[in-house]
């Protein structure tokens, strides 16, 4: 297996609901990324997990919660979101310090 | 704060042209370079990477790296309009993240 998958491809919600993004790699890469792009912006780096430990929150608000319960499985769990967090949510993982490979993203929409 | 600048275009050129893509960085320890195409709608898609100075060549593909001028660029050989996309160029940043330029809109016309 040589991707990142991501679901779900597209997800709607309101302001007050609770829903979560799910990543996940089997290529035994130790270091996973979400990052948030909004429409003609390059994508911007949110969380990086190293050996399933967070190493930055670059300052994301708390309505954003990330989770790695293991080497091969990223979460983003969101909830009171406001509309202008609509964007595409990209995970990545690395093998090393080095390339990172995206999966095809997450598509928000907060109503 | 590292920094990478790129034109952002659009960058028009005729289908079989070489098209020309460039980047400058602020950080003069920066060690990696990449370059990602990103199709509308689409995530980013790893092209090149290049940590020495020179060239690097895949396929139609060319990477330069100038560390000195803190330059990278990338050259599209025989450029097909399937190649009409956003190029982003990136530099690793501090904990491995990446550090992406706005990006370089390249048209390719038939």
């Known amino acids: 297996d040589t991707e990142v998958t991501q679901t779900p491809k597209h997800l709607v919600m309101g302001m007050t609901n609770k829903k979560s993004l799910k990543c996940e790699q089997h290529m035994g890469h130790r270091a996973m990324y979400w990052y948030k792009q909004k429409a003609k912006k390059p994508p911007e780096l949110m969380f990086v997990?190293?050996?399933?430990?967070?190493?930055i929150n670059e300052s994301v608000p708390s309505r954003f919660s990330p989770e790695c319960p293991n080497s091969s499985l990223l979460n983003l769990h969101l909830h009171a979101l406001q509309p202008e967090d609509s964007a595409l949510y990209l995970c990545a993982s690395s093998p090393s310090v080095n390339e990172q490979f995206f999966g095809p993203g997450t598509r928000l929409t907060v109503l | 704060q590292k920094e990478v600048e790129q034109n952002s275009g659009p960058l028009s050129v005729s289908e079989g042209a070489i098209a020309s893509l460039n980047c400058t960085y602020s950080?003069?320890?920066?060690?990696?370079f990449f370059w990602y195409r990103q199709y509308s709608g689409k995530s980013p898609e790893l092209i090149m990477f290049i940590y020495s100075n020179g060239d690097k060549e895949d396929g139609r593909f060319t990477a330069q790296l100038n560390k000195a001028s803190q330059y990278v660029s990338l050259l599209i050989r025989d450029s097909q309009p399937s190649d009409s996309a956003t190029y982003l160029c990136?530099?690793?940043?501090?904990?491995?993240?990446?550090?992406f330029g706005k990006g370089t809109k390249l048209s390719v016309k038939p």
């Open positions: 990136a530099v690793t940043g501090s904990q491995g993240n990446l550090i």
């Open positions: 950080d003069r320890g920066s060690q990696s």
């Open positions: 997990y190293s050996y399933e430990k967070l190493s």
